[in-house]
């Protein structure tokens, strides 16, 4: 019988990665701590992970695509608008949800992502009245 964590260490595939927060998609060729082929490489917890495009073949270069949330268990990509680090990662969505639960210093860290994330979401509303009533004013002029 072989134990979870050498199943978790020793899972090639192909498959598409997408995060659950910005719809970066991607091919992941490897999701766990050890990708095999990467040399003395060894993650500190799963994630999904390509080879390198760029570097040349068999230099066992990788890129982290991302990892799947601590709490929720959706993937969620590394980026800064997308998760957070702190022992493990956390999609946003999840740390502004458990956000009692961190540090002083994680806390502002969130609460910096959470108002730039506002801030799009705003943005983006905004742009959308503006593009109704571009197209409702376009529409009374063909009338």
């Given amino acids: 019988m072989g134990d ?10 192909g498959y598409e990665f997408t995060c ?14 050890k990708p095999p082929f990467s040399r003395n490489i060894v993650l500190k917890y799963p994630s999904y992970v390509m080879k390198d495009p760029f570097s040349p073949t068999g230099k066992g270069e990788i ?27 956390f999609c946003l969505n999840c740390a502004q949800n458990s956000i009692e639960k961190f540090p002083v210093e994680i806390k502002v860290k969130i609460n910096q992502c959470k108002k730039y994330i506002t801030y799009i979401i705003n943005l983006t509303f905004v742009l959308y009245v503006v593009s109704c009533y ?5 529409e009374c002029f063909l009338l």
């Fill in 20 to 33: 659950t927060s910005c719809s970066l998609s991607e091919k992941a060729h490897y999701k766990g701590t």
């Fill in 63 to 89: 890129l982290m695509l991302g990892s799947d949330c601590s709490i929720c268990d959706r993937p969620v990509c590394i980026s800064k608008d997308c998760s957070i680090f702190y022992k493990q990662i």
């Fill in 134 to 138: 571009s197209r409702l004013i376009y």
């Fill in 4 to 13: 979870k964590k050498s199943n978790v260490d020793s899972v090639e595939v």
